[in-house]
């Protein structure tokens, strides 16, 4: 004779999975947007045709000439992974082929769930002896641990990874980003390229 086994059931609702939204939310706003903006990808398009035709300038043989944007810096935000599970590294070996040294073992509470760190980057079109790299800042708060634990003490400050509000991104607009424009224009002082002015996305980013 077979066994059977039983199953189990309970009455606590599952926090897996979606989480469901009110339909009626949806159609609300749906009904409230018009028909010819309901398209992102259209919308997308006709934003970036804008941007392109703010571009363009009239040049002396009256052919349209894209700028050079030599007076532009772009400003994105950029996830980035604490750890990766199965990276690959580089060991050192002996003439043997033994490895002379050990490889990095990575810990972290949960490898269904590895920490995401976002990062402000700024870059603008190369020139001279400048590869264009303005700066790359991390966006985190620190804090002091209250409580003792096994990766560290009561007291201690640390690091720790903060949404992206606003108000932080502006903060970071006048503390890092402009200030680090500002240091990069000393290289064009030196080559004799005498612009003293930079623009950036930063005003129709947020």
Known sequence: MSERVAAVVTSRASQRGR????????????YQTRVADRNNYRTVDEDRLKWCILHVTESSDRQPVYAPTYDTVHVNEKWYYVKKIGQKVYLLTGQDGTPCEDAPVLFVQSKRHILKVMFLCGIARPRGNWDGKVGTWPVVEKYVTQRRSDNS?????????????????????LEDVIPAIKAKWEWAKDEGAGRSSCKSNLGTAR
């Not at 989480?19 to 749906?30: L, S, V």
């Open 153 to 173: 003490d009561a007291g201690v400050e640390e690091l720790r990874p903060i949404s992206m509000t606003r108000e932080f991104y502006r903060r970071m607009q």
């Open 19 to 30: 989480k469901m939204m009110d339909r009626a939310e949806i159609r609300k706003r749906i």
